[in-house]
């Protein structure tokens, strides 16, 4: 069974100029997050969808940041424009969701695009 | 808000020995999952076990363990006979009786010495 796929592993930008992280998550799996981590540090969410709706989207800074999952199956997070504080490991995950029971609120995270911004 | 704290910045072991990672946690709930997360550099991060708070047993996999106080909202991870592979980064993580959303500690490195 294939993971949760992201891409590009890697990016690096000039400020100012825009950036998108792209996310497969494993099949089945209704709930998608996307983490922040900074270095030396632990994950902080950004946004978790439910299928295709943002349910929780608070610590987003949505205004550079965006992010979509139209189809309920891979999503796309969107920075523009980039400023050199937005240096991180952006982290995609999934979870089965839906009812108590079947979602044990284990989370299968991607490899991390890993962005710098010059 | 839930917090979660990892006191141990770094911490190392020779191999085949124990090690004994902490964590505490801040949470009003009652019932809620606790877990240790594993991240070896440059991959992704993966389950190592996870607790479910109404339960009083202490989880265990293989040679992984937890000390499990829920009174003292205390969540340790022993790792046993240590393995060069066990080498990553180890977060703790609670999902505050959410069942969604995983707030993280910050981190111990754990390093397996040969």
């Known amino acids: 069974e294939a993971g949760v796929v992201q891409s590009p592993r890697y990016k690096i930008i000039e400020k100012k100029q825009p950036v998108a992280f792209w996310c497969n998550p494993i099949s089945g799996h209704n709930t998608l997050y996307w983490y922040l981590q900074n270095l030396g540090q632990g994950p902080e969410l950004l946004i978790r969808y439910e299928n295709e709706e943002a349910v929780d989207d608070s610590q987003l800074p949505k205004d550079r940041f965006s992010a979509e999952r139209l189809k309920g199956v891979d999503s796309t997070l969107k920075i523009q424009p980039a400023e050199l504080g937005d240096s991180a490991v952006y982290l995609c995950?999934?979870?089965?969701?839906?009812?108590?029971?079947?979602?044990?609120?284990?989370?299968?995270f991607g490899e991390g695009s890993r962005l710098t911004v010059l | 808000a839930q917090t979660v704290t990892q006191s141990q910045p770094e911490m190392s072991v020779q191999e085949a020995e124990t090690v004994t990672l902490s964590c505490t946690y801040d949470?009003?709930?009652?019932?809620?999952?606790l877990f240790w997360y594993k991240q070896p550099p440059s991959r992704q991060m993966i389950l190592v076990i996870r607790?479910?708070?109404?339960?009083?047993q202490n989880a265990t996999e293989n040679r992984f363990s937890v000390n499990f106080q829920k009174a003292a909202k205390s969540f340790s991870l022993k790792i046993s006979d240590s393995q060069l592979g066990d080498t990553a980064m180890y977060f703790c993580?609670?999902?505050?009786?959410?069942?969604?959303?995983?707030?993280f500690g910050k981190g111990t490195l754990l390093t397996v010495n040969p």
């Open positions: 607790q479910e708070a109404y339960k009083q």
């Open positions: 993580a609670s999902d505050g009786g959410s069942n969604y959303k995983l707030t």
């Open positions: 949470t009003s709930e009652n019932n809620y999952y």
């Open positions: 995950a999934s979870s089965l969701g839906g009812l108590a029971g079947a979602n044990t609120g284990e989370l299968f």
